[in-house]
């Protein structure tokens, strides 16, 4: 049975006040960093309108070297989160925003296919640990009631920036000829100094751990603390797993193989998005503005769906239906084809909404059987093999649409990833012993 959620009349003053106040203190905090990072990742999408003409790479190249990212990504997650779960988030954050902005930034000065593969792998090591620590961050300071709503919140973060990052895209790619430079190079350029920004404000106002908010009254700390203690210890009661363990766990991986389908569908569309719109007839000045359409019916979307997940305590099927929906509207696309731009920009919103309103409910999957330094391994590992598919699913795309010249077929094969994730996330299935004992400490 769905565990039971508590009304309002049933949550005290000091648990409403408390929660308010740490989701006001962080959550722009961490936000603005994910709007960073998501602003990183689909401006190569922009570039590429311009950039693969002018460095005369092939789509095949391009989707490889953009999934290159996912490599150093890989590679990074795990040493980056257990380091983080040490030193604290504070640090840890904060050199990841620096170091990734700095590398962003010189992502304008590729000059061939090596350089290219060079600067994406180093961006992916740059920017390793920092959405796996915020996983980990947040289960330090949210209660697992509101943690799927929290994480809805964090992650709109990106599809704002999805939304707002191809317009701004378009009007940076403007600045061609500017100081000798090409307009995508200014793009990299100008948009690797935001996480730069957020990495200074980062060190100066995070907080690493609850009894160090000095922001928050003593009885909101403890209270916090203690609910937060009383959670640990009932996962623990259930199964307390250590780093090893965790790794071999068969759940824990069904969930990996979920999140690879999810990453190679996902970005295959970030990354080509601006080029699929292209593909439609529309015109190079309206190309960041009509990409930016299925971001913002996902925004929407993604609020709602984690809201109502946590206010049912269900997370399977909210996973698993979020992702058929991703797979229909990417099916939906090939069966209509580029002569029906119209029908076919109503379905790559569907699918957008999709995939992005499965991911603030599937990470409330490991975060609620993982505790310490367990959480911090196992999150890492989901994210760094499950955005493996990240690099797949660009990769897959630009070799199809090279081969057929046609984006139909690109599209089907991004549509196998939702499916894989729906039929692994259920096969993972609940643990009932977990959800009965987390329906009794919601209840107190």
């Known amino acids: 049975m769905p565990e039971t959620a508590p009304t309002l009349r049933e949550i005290e003053p000091i648990e409403r006040e408390t929660i308010r106040r740490v989701t006001f203190r962080l959550m722009p905090l961490l936000m603005l960093g994910y709007f960073c990072a998501y602003l990183d990742r689909s401006n190569v999408g922009m570039a590429a309108t311009t950039m693969v003409k002018y460095l005369g790479f092939s789509n095949t190249v391009f989707g490889f070297g953009a999934g290159l990212f996912f490599l ?14 040490r030193v604290g988030a504070r640090r840890w954050i904060a050199r990841i925003l620096i170091t990734w902005g700095i590398i962003a930034a010189l992502s304008g000065f590729v000059w061939s296919e090596p350089s290219f593969y060079v ?19 947040m289960t330090w300071w949210f209660p697992s009631y509101y943690r799927t709503r929290m994480m809805g ?21 403007r600045l061609q000829g500017w100081g000798g430079l090409e307009g995508w190079q200014w793009l990299f350029i100008i948009e690797g100094l935001p996480p730069i920004i957020m990495g200074v ?43 090893g363990q965790a790794f071999r766990n068969p759940k824990l991986w069904l969930l990996t193989l979920a999140y690879v389908g999810q990453n190679g569908s996902a970005y295959g569309l970030v990354f080509f998005l601006p080029l699929i719109v292209k ?6 000045d309206w190309i960041g503005l009509v990409s930016a359409l299925p971001y913002l019916c996902a925004f929407v979307a993604m609020i709602y769906w984690g809201y109502h997940s946590d206010l049912h305590g269900e997370r399977i099927w909210h996973v698993a239906g979020a992702a058929l929906v991703a797979a229909a509207g990417l099916a939906v ?11 076919t920009m109503i379905a790559l919103c569907v699918a957008m909404m999709g995939q992005q309103s499965l991911i603030p409910t599937f990470w409330s999957l490991p975060s609620a059987m993982l505790t310490g330094v367990a959480a911090a391994g196992g999150l890492a590992m989901i994210n760094a093999v499950g955005n ?22 690109g599209l089907l094969c991004l549509a196998v990833g939702p499916l894989v994730t729906a039929i692994a996330v259920v096969l993972a299935g609940h643990d009932p012993r977990l959800e009965r004992m987390m329906a009794r400490s919601r209840r107190t």
């Open 72 to 85: 150093g990504y890989f590679l990074g997650e795990i040493p980056s989160n257990l380091i983080l779960n």
């Open 201 to 243: 404000v980062t060190w100066a106002l995070l907080t690493d751990r609850p009894k160090d908010a000095a922001w928050l009254r003593p009885q909101q700390r403890t209270w916090l603390q203690e609910r937060l203690d009383s959670e640990q210890a009932q996962r623990e009661a259930v199964r307390k797993y250590s780093l």
């Open 119 to 137: 600067n994406r792998v180093l961006l992916g090591l740059a920017e390793a640990g920092f959405y796996p620590g915020v996983l980990l961050y």
């Open 279 to 284: 593909g439609l007839g529309v015109s190079t």
């Open 388 to 409: 493996l598919g990240g690099w797949l699913g660009p990769s897959v795309f630009g070799l199809v649409k090279d081969a057929t010249g046609s984006a139909d077929i």
């Open 153 to 173: 919140i964090f992650q709109s973060a990106s599809v704002i920036s999805l939304f707002v990052g191809p317009p701004i895209g378009g009007l940076l790619l």
């Open 333 to 343: 696309c090939v069966l209509v084809g580029a002569g029906h731009p119209v029908v």
